[in-house]
């Protein structure tokens, strides 16, 4: 294994941030830990590369992460605040110089979408340009091990794409990956397999399409109804039954062939609607069946009541 983590705990004081977390992580594996922010993903990231110390043991390419070769591995952390009057060339430059080995500093500015603003101040590029030059920055060494904690934060969605062909071509070529992220899109159309975690536990592994058919439930409509409230009794009383979510209202186990009774039913109630959406069920919705919560904008955990 690449990575292992076994039994691995970690408090800061009264919280627990990690409670018995065990997990691996194959070579040329993207693996996935999801879940919204403080649900463990980052101290579980900083146990696996050595930057803190839990209970519990880690392996890192066969060893302690701190004996593991830092020239193998590569480390894009969350939180990363590289010296504003570098440009983006510099700064990766500077990286590079880290490593007995590197790769061209232009090929990886080039590989981040940076080529075109490579002589720009780090402090003048856009959110999502910083984030692209820190990504580079782990990238230079041309890493066996990657670990990326919420690489595609402040990234626009093309840019986002373009980041995930990257991460898979890393793989392809036998880079063992580890990524983090909120956005259960991305995990789900990256990862290979992916680790669920809430309040520091590991509550699912597997791969996403496995966690989908296991733990998400039913196709479903929503309803975009000016009137929520009528179309949900006018729902109930024809017997449809509902997916727990105060965001949305959504008929849970709607065929596609149902989707004109859902239709008729508002209809004949007299409910106006804008629009009725059939969705397949997501990794989203596992994570809400397994622990009640949804994970809003910006990784924020939700509580959801029951319908």
């Not at 949900?232 to 008929?251: I, M, N, Q, T, Y």
């Amino acid at each position: 294994m690449t990575i292992r983590a076994t039994d691995v705990r970690r408090t800061y004081g009264e919280t627990v941030a990690l409670d018995g977390v065990s997990l691996s992580v194959e070579p040329g594996e993207v693996y996935g830990l999801v879940g919204p922010n403080g649900a463990g993903k980052t101290t579980l990231v900083r146990a696996l590369t050595g930057t803190t110390t839990p209970e519990g043991k880690v392996e890192l390419l066969g060893s302690p992460p701190a004996d593991a070769d830092p020239q193998l591995v590569g480390l894009l952390p969350q939180e990363f605040t590289p010296p504003a009057r570098l440009t983006a060339r510099e700064l990766v430059a500077y990286y590079a110089g880290l490593y007995d080995e590197a790769r061209d500093v232009d090929a990886v500015l080039g590989d981040v979408g940076l080529d075109g603003t490579a002589g720009t101040f780090y402090e003048n590029l856009s959110g999502g340009q910083k984030r692209r030059a820190c990504v580079a920055t782990a990238l230079v060494n041309d890493p066996e091990v990657l670990f990326l904690d919420e690489p595609t934060t402040g990234i626009d969605p093309q840019g986002r794409r373009d980041l995930w062909g990257l991460v898979e071509r890393l793989a392809d070529e036998g880079a063992t990956v580890l990524v983090t992220t909120h956005y259960m899109e991305e995990a789900e159309r990256l990862c290979d397999r992916v680790g669920m975690l809430a309040d520091g536990r590991l509550v699912a592994e597997g791969a996403p399409r496995a966690l989908v058919e296991e733990h998400g439930g039913s196709p479903r409509v929503e309803v975009e109804a000016g009137d929520p409230g009528s179309a949900r009794a006018a729902l109930a009383d024809a017997g449809f039954s509902f997916v727990p979510d105060e965001r949305r209202l959504l008929v849970d186990d709607v065929d596609p062939d149902d989707i004109g009774a859902v239709a008729g039913t508002l209809a004949n109630a007299g409910v106006d609607y804008e629009g009725l959406l059939w969705r397949q069920p997501d990794l989203e919705e596992v994570y809400l069946q397994l622990t009640g919560r949804a994970v809003g904008a910006g990784g924020t955990p939700q509580e959801v009541a029951d319908a």
